[in-house]
């Protein structure tokens, strides 16, 4: 007996996955001559970008090759629009920082309006896409302009800003007391100046404001200067605090009687280099101070003696030397009580030992 055949069938399931390429969508025609190398069209700038397929829809590879062609034009334009005002001046003292760096900052925005896709094209086997855009010389011309007109009013809105700044700082004599400081700031105040473009700021009535009041300031300042030349600043530290400073203004008021260029520095310094700073700030070239120190002793009667001793030491501002040795003089009084002991004769005669 044989044994029944049974037929058996075996089906092959196969899934079709279809793989997008986007070479599906490559060029039928041979290479373009624009592709080539050294391609140009007369009168018009050409900018030519590529894409690769991997992992791109077909839009995002003709995004991406266009926006590159686009870049590559761009650039190209870019290289011609140079700010008039490019690294011009810088402000000191980091007051304000440079101003005018507009260079080589045209955006693609401003010739993207007029800018066109000329042809595109895809290679077969390596699915990469090649865009060619182009703009006439006459509408990059127009970016040009209109980039550079951009910039000379951002350039002019921020010179005008530092101008103001350093006028503010030039006419501050409360926080600049030293004339030369302030003239130099007024000074670059005016080299700024003669770079803004008042026309593209609607500012044209303030610029004959800015000039006088910036010669004005310059002028006050020369007499500032002139006036100040050989002044002798005066004044005084009493390290052990003993001395009233009533006494102490009275003995600046004696050494400045003597000298018509000598003045009272208005200020309280605890150390002599604080107040050589400071009469620097003033203008001063030259200065005297005064180290006052005072004590009282009890005396074998049963009286008290008080004695000021005085050091004075006249200085050089300008060359930050001391002229003379100091000279040193002191006096003393006596009196049976604090309250007794007179030391505004004891000043006197201290000051006038001095001379």
């Known amino acids: 007996m044989g044994y029944p055949i049974i037929k058996s069938t075996v089906i092959l399931l196969t899934a079709v996955v ?25 009168g018009y700038h050409v900018g030519i970008g590529t894409a690769e397929s991997s992992g791109k829809t077909a839009k995002e590879q003709r995004d991406d090759s266009e926006n590159d062609a686009k870049k590559h034009l761009t650039e190209e334009i870019e290289v011609k629009i140079v700010s008039n005002f490019e690294d011009k001046f810088v402000v000191s003292n980091n007051i304000v920082d440079k101003y005018a760096s507009h260079s080589l900052t045209s955006k693609a925005e401003l010739v993207l309006n007029n800018l066109k896709v000329q042809d595109r094209w895809t290679d077969k086997t390596s699915c990469t896409m090649y865009t060619l855009v182009m703009i006439s010389n006459e509408e990059a011309s127009k970016a040009i302009e209109e980039k550079k007109r951009k910039n000379n009013i951002e350039d002019s809105r921020k010179a005008l800003s530092a101008m103001k700044v350093l006028i503010a700082m030039g006419t501050d004599k409360n926080k600049y007391k030293e004339p030369k400081t302030r003239k130099g700031y007024i000074e670059e105040a005016q080299s700024i100046y003669n770079t803004i473009q008042f026309d593209l700021l609607n500012e044209m009535n303030n610029k004959p404001v800015y000039s006088k009041r910036m010669s004005d300031t310059i002028l006050g300042i020369n007499n500032e200067i002139s006036q100040s030349k050989g002044r002798i600043a005066l004044f005084a530290i009493n390290p052990d605090g003993k001395i009233p400073s009533e006494v102490i203004g009275k003995m600046l008021d004696m050494l400045r009687a003597s000298n018509t260029k000598a003045d009272r520095l208005m200020v309280t310094c605890s150390a002599a280099t604080e107040c050589m700073d400071k009469a620097k700030e ?18 074998s009667m049963g009286a008290l003696k008080g004695t000021i001793a005085v050091s004075k030491t006249d200085y050089d501002v300008i060359n930050k030397r001391i002229i003379n040795k100091p000279a040193n003089a002191s006096s003393q009084v006596l009196g049976w009580g604090n309250d007794q002991i007179n030391w505004d004769i004891a000043a006197e005669k201290a000051i006038e030992d001095l001379h």
């Open 282 to 299: 003033g203008g001063f070239e030259l200065l005297t101070w005064l180290k006052i120190d005072g004590r009282v002793e009890t005396t």
């Open 18 to 42: 279809p793989a997008f390429s986007s070479c599906e969508y490559a060029s039928n025609t041979p290479k373009p001559q624009w592709l080539n190398g050294g391609y140009s069209i007369p």
